[in-house]
């Protein structure tokens, strides 16, 4: 903890306590109907008050757990790194705390979102690098591990629900180009599941046929019991949706390609999207071998990977080798109440099912909240085995 106190104290007395009091708040936990109706019929005065104060809440609720974490990965270069971008776009933004909602203030407000935004750009795979550091120096710990485990997942669904504020508000009352015309902000009002999901695929695609030389074919079935007949079509976050569909299809091609063979008749990866009352239901399908249960359970944990350790000179794509391929997206399931797992049968494959809400003022955000609870989780110590061997389902809930 003195180590915890040294990083507040390097915020300087004013941060640390304007920390302090932000972090006394909750969050405020929007639905997609909430942010569908203000994007048609909010100002930009009123989403600029909203924000210059939720945005301190939710950063401030996250930066507390940040100095929760264990010493040895707080001293890790790229660790410090991420704190230090989170120090500063605080800061940033404690200077319009008190502004005025004039044109101008607002003019700055949008610009420096957007400098927040290109600052944070990859906090991802920096904070991964200060994984890989901690294990390169100290290693880790299993109760270090759990703690960790449990702060990155509210991390990085916190990282996510801060950039749809600033990506929202930019899109709808700044300068930013909507990518469709349809779209309300990042929201698309009436998103087609299936093109997103063959846009996804063609993508995976592309880069599989270029690693391997060949990739399996998609089948795809798409079916709506809500409106017989018609396509499926959801309120949500298209960028959303590609992401979870583009990873999880590159999961299912590379272990189709290896399992069977590149001289092979590949299998094709089957995908069933079912609209109902409440949730929109994707299963995707492949018979690439599976994993047994003890590697399923490691599959969404950060410090975990099936690929080999991604290159330290930048010379290949984000993310490659870090293993938060299938952790993200399940973040992105879960943001709007939704879900991502996994079931696999060793020797045959693997049936991923990712779920969605269908009913936008049902879909409410998932922020994490500091508190004394996770206080408690991030700074576990070791405790006592009371099994001799975990069951399934025991051990610690991460989210």
Excluded at 186 to 192: K, L, Q, S, T
């Amino acid at each position: 903890m003195q180590f915890t106190r040294r990083c507040l104290c390097q915020f300087g007395g004013k941060i640390s306590k304007k920390l302090e009091h932000y972090s006394q708040y909750q969050p405020s936990s929007l639905t997609i109907q909430q942010y569908l109706d203000f994007g048609r019929n909010g100002t930009a005065k009123s989403s600029y008050m909203f924000l210059r104060k939720e945005l301190l809440v939710r950063l401030a609720n996250i930066m507390q757990e940040i100095n929760l974490l264990p010493p040895n990965l707080l001293k890790m270069p790229s660790t410090r790194l991420v704190s230090d971008w989170y120090r500063q776009s605080f800061d940033d933004l404690l200077h319009f705390e008190t502004s005025d909602s004039t044109n101008e203030t607002m003019t700055k407000f949008n610009e420096q979102l957007q400098i927040i935004l290109k600052r944070h750009s990859h906090v991802v795979e920096t904070m991964a690098e200060g994984l890989i550091e901690l294990r390169e120096t100290d290693g880790v710990d299993i109760a270090s591990e759990r703690g960790i485990q449990y702060f990155l997942d509210r991390f990085y669904l916190n990282r996510i629900s801060i950039r749809m504020l600033q990506n929202q508000h930019l899109v709808v009352f700044g300068s930013v180009l909507p990518e469709s015309p349809r779209h309300v902000g990042c929201i698309d009002p009436a998103c087609d599941v299936e093109s997103v999901v063959s846009d996804a695929y063609e993508n995976a695609r592309f880069l599989c046929d270029r690693y391997y030389l060949t990739s399996p074919n998609l089948k795809l079935s798409c079916i709506n019991t809500v409106h017989a007949g018609k396509r499926v079509a959801v309120v949500a976050v298209p960028s959303h949706l590609y992401h979870i569909m583009f990873e999880l299809f590159k999961n299912a091609m590379r272990a189709t390609v290896e399992h069977h063979g590149v001289d092979d008749d590949l299998p094709d990866i089957e995908v069933h999207v079912i609209k109902g009352n409440e949730d929109l239901s994707i299963r995707i399908a492949d018979r690439g071998g599976g994993v047994s249960r003890t590697i399923l359970e490691r599959l969404f944990n950060y410090m975990y990977s099936t690929a080999p350790p991604p290159p330290r000179d930048g010379s290949q794509a984000p993310l490659a080798g870090y293993g938060y391929g299938l952790p993200l997206s399940r973040l992105y399931a879960r943001y709007f109440l939704g879900d991502l797992s996994l079931v696999s049968m060793e020797g045959y494959g693997t049936e991923a099912f990712c779920y969605l809400k269908t009913v936008p003022i049902e879909a409410s955000e998932v922020l994490p909240i500091y508190s004394t609870s996770s206080k408690r989780i991030i700074t576990q110590t070791t405790q006592a085995a009371d099994w001799s061997h975990k069951l399934p389902g025991q051990g610690l809930r991460t989210s």
